[in-house]
C-alpha cells in the first residue's frame, strides 16, 4: 500500500533515446514534484505541480517535460537523454493546506550509457 | 549558490549516545525547517519540522533546534540506536517565495554503533 510510487525502479539506456518516468500516489495530496539527486548527493527540485498546473520550473532543459494527467499522477518525459541525466529521480506529493511536508516516492536510478 | 548547508559528510556515535547533527543556512526569507531520513534505495522520509517562530520541536527521541539569529539548526536524536543509521537532510522553505520549494543541505551519513 505504497503512497507515492514510481516505475521503473532501474532504468538504464543509450545516449539519444527518449525514456519516461511515473510516479502516482495515493495520498490525496494536490501538489506533486519531481527531484533530481545527482552524483554529489544534492537533492534538487525540477518541478512541481499543483492541481495538475505547472508552479515551479526550475532550471531544467527542456529535454525534461512533465506531465499530469491528474492530481495524482506526474510523469517525467526526458528526450534525447545525455550523459549528465544519469542520477536518482524522486517524485514527491504534498498538501497544499497542510504542513510543508513532502512525501516522497522509492526513486528512480537512471543510467545513460 | 548553496543556501543549505550541512558541513559534516559524516558521524560516528555508539548505540545510546547522543547523536547531533547540524544544518546552516543563507537566506533570511527561510521560514520553516524539516529534517528527512534517507536509508539506501529508498526515499527520504520526513522525520520532524520545526517553524521559525519556534526554537525547539520535539517527538519522541528526535528534537530540533533552531538559532534564528545564527541562520543554524541541529537534530539530536537521545538515545541513538543502529537503526537510526541513514543518511539525514535538512530541507528549508519559504513561504513567501516559489511554492512548495524545498532546499536541501547534501546530507550527513550517521552511523549508529551497537
Known amino acids: 500500500d505504497t503512497a507515492v510510487s514510481q516505475t521503473p525502479k532501474y532504468l538504464v539506456t543509450q545516449m539519444g533515446n527518449d525514456k519516461s518516468i511515473k510516479c502516482e500516489q495515493n495520498?490525496?495530496?494536490?501538489?506533486m514534484y519531481w527531484y533530481k539527486q545527482d552524483s554529489k548527493k544534492f537533492l534538487k527540485i525540477m518541478f512541481s505541480?499543483?492541481?495538475?498546473?505547472?508552479?515551479i520550473n526550475e532550471t531544467v532543459p527542456n529535454r525534461f517535460s512533465p506531465k499530469s494527467p491528474d492530481k495524482a499522477h506526474l510523469n517525467l518525459h526526458i528526450n534525447s537523454l545525455e550523459l549528465g541525466d544519469s542520477a536518482v529521480y524522486f517524485c514527491?506529493?504534498?498538501?497544499?493546506?497542510?504542513?510543508?511536508?513532502?512525501?516522497f516516492g522509492p526513486g528512480t536510478r537512471l543510467t545513460v550509457t | 549558490d548553496q543556501q543549505v548547508k550541512q558541513n559534516s559528510p559524516s558521524l560516528s556515535v555508539q548505540e545510546g549516545r547522543i547523536s547531533i547533527l547540524n544544518c546552516d543556512y543563507t537566506?533570511?526569507?527561510?521560514?520553516?525547517f524539516l529534517w528527512y531520513k534517507k536509508y539506501p534505495a529508498e526515499g527520504p522520509t520526513f522525520l520532524i519540522s520545526?517553524?521559525?517562530?519556534?526554537d525547539k520541536n520535539e517527538d519522541g527521541r528526535f528534537t530540533v533546534f533552531l538559532n534564528k539569529s545564527a541562520k543554524h539548526l541541529s537534530l539530536h536524536i537521545v538515545p541513538s540506536q543502529p537503526g537510526d543509521s541513514a543518511v539525514y537532510f535538512c530541507?528549508?522553505?519559504?513561504?513567501?517565495?516559489?511554492?512548495?520549494?524545498?532546499?536541501f543541505g547534501q546530507g550527513t551519513i550517521l552511523t549508529v554503533h551497537p
Open positions: 520545526i517553524s521559525s517562530i519556534k
Open positions: 505541480y499543483n492541481n495538475k498546473e505547472l508552479i
Open positions: 530541507a528549508s522553505f519559504s513561504s513567501g517565495t516559489s511554492y512548495g520549494k524545498l532546499t
Open positions: 537566506n533570511s526569507m527561510f521560514d520553516y
Open positions: 514527491a506529493s504534498s498538501q497544499t493546506d497542510g504542513g510543508h511536508e513532502q512525501y
Open positions: 495520498l490525496g495530496h494536490d501538489t
